[in-house]
């Protein structure tokens, strides 16, 4: 395949795109997924999307290497993401990769062979940039009269921190107007180097008892107690206003556990708030299945039968050492932030809402 083409700039008034496509490319330990959609009064419009499970990462925690199988895998998904930017003749798009190409000391020469076979440019990310770019997709999920924010994302060879102070911005609806940058109030953050294929390599996630996610859950706090440390959360933010916005699979599949759902629905979770014993409930459910039963679990299937119960320790381990009663279920984060910015670079970023006392004849539905 001939490399992919984007017109420079396009979006902008003198690309000459009147409805401009753009794309989001999130090349993951454990999946890749692809975003397209069109700017829209709700901010964007999705117009198409790819997600699949190719477990890039799979044994990079013992060989550091980028295995032959996991690379042919990966492959297969990125031509499917080409023919789908080439298809909607996407004007502008950003693809970028997270740890497994970041440790392994093949990532960067299979990013190049990528860029090669078809002409798609992936830019293997900071851990810095990923966790930035993940908060600001699902920044409008912030419940605007909070005033500290936990953001966390359990991805599949790292999980991303964010401590957000909301006090710091003038005016918290702005942010979500999309009139000011969440990134302001960003005070602390921390890449942690495990992930739900790391621990469940470590522990194996198959077989998983009362001990062994125990074990799992102290593997995690060991590494969260540094931050904790140095940045003294739990006394900042006593007895203000808290909550915790979880962007992953592992809080959208207890999500999707804990409404029964007979197929994986977004409608349903996106945005929902579950209380921290709802939690442990789900995960005490899902410690009282076997592997076979956890595949037959809807929300779950085989794909994630061995993954679950590792995302489930590091969420226990975040949740030990920051107590909190409930938390807000993201099913967006990297690539709808990859969106965001793009559009926000161009001028198109919309959020559908009018200034008050504006006439309606004149609204155009753009941010003001």
Known sequence: MTGLQFPSRAGSPSAGFADPIYGALDLGTNNCRLLLARPSRRGFRVVDAFSRIIRLGEGVSQSGRLSDQAMNRTMEALKICA?????????????VATQACRVAENGHSFVANVRDSFGLDIEVLTPEIEARLAVAGCATLIDPETEFVLVFDIGGGSSEIIWLDMTRLGSRRDVLAGRCDIDDAVVAWESLPVGVVTLAERFDGRAVTLDSFAAMSDAVTQLLVPFEALHRFRERVAGRKVHFLGTSGTVTTIAGVLLDLERYDRKRVDGIWLNTSQIDDVTSRLLGLSYEDRILEPCIGRE??????????????????????????????????????LMMEDGVWRTGRRRRGRSRRSGNGRAP
Request: hydrophobic content about 50%; aromatic content about 2%.
């Open 83 to 95: 023919g789908k930017l080439q298809r909607h003749r996407v004007a502008r798009a950003r693809m």
């Open 304 to 341: 994630r039968a061995d993954l679950v119960l590792a995302g489930c320790a590091i969420l226990d381990a975040i949740l030990k050492l920051w107590p909190a009663e409930r938390l807000r279920v993201a099913d967006r984060g990297l690539r709808e932030g990859i969106l965001m910015r």
